[in-house]
């Protein structure tokens, strides 16, 4: 029990978080958009990447400039991607579901920093198929802080980061020497961003929770795979990191009730 859980939200603080959910949704696209290309964060300010003309403030609004400008360019009339705008709603939405979950909470701030870090991941996995360290470094650092610090666990949290890595370590060396033995083109099986990332979801989660999300990543990674094939008639590599974040999400949000049925099956 803490000060913040005896403070019930308010509608100020639902809106509150839901603006600042979108403004830093606005800056995840900045970072999903420059950090693969190693360009920085900072500098300059926002562009059309169609013509190039910097933005103004006012059509740089996180969700409502698309919806104002009608998802175009104010001086080049080129549609703009919607990725941007989802990337702000998934954002918003992603805070205020962990609000609803956890209480205006350090949890929740905690969380929100999690939540912002895997849909970074998420969608530069997509774009590029790596996992960039300079996402998943911190997020396993501040995962060992969360679980020591907050929910008050030392060893379970190290040893599950420990094991989501040594578990993606022995997939990656696995596949690479059965790709081998095949004489594959395709050289890398499963990279060890995948390993890294393994790692920071079981510092943030713990063992029970990390054994839900990866669960739950690889039942969606089969359906995907199985979804390539058909499509394609032959196995195409395809990144695991969108998988492994919707199995964390999914995790954080049930993997309690999700661990006590299954423990319930088992135990009987
Ligand atoms: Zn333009």
Known sequence: MTIFDVLIPSPLVWSAVLIYGALIGSFLNVVIHRVPREESIA????????????????DNIPLLSFVLLKGRCRSCQASISGRYPLVEALNAGLYVAL????GPTLQFLALAA??????AIFWIDLDTMYILNVLTYPGIALGIAYGGLIEGRWLPTLAAAAAGYA??????EGSRLYLKAIKSIHED??????????????????PER??????????????????LKARSGKSEPFPFGPALVIGTFASLFAGESIWRWYMGFLVG
């Open 43 to 58: 500098w300059p300010g926002s562009r059309c990447p169609h013509c190039m003309t910097a933005l103004s403030w006012k």
């Open 114 to 119: 999690l939540a912002s870090m895997l849909l």
């Open 99 to 102: 609000l609803a979950a956890f």
């Open 189 to 206: 099986g499963m990279g060890m961003g995948d390993a890294k990332l393994a790692a920071m979801m079981g510092a943030w989660l713990g």
């Open 167 to 172: 578990l993606f370590w022995l997939i990656s």
């Open 210 to 227: 990390l054994v839900v999300a990866l669960f739950a990543s690889f039942l969606l990674g089969s359906i995907i795979g199985l979804a």
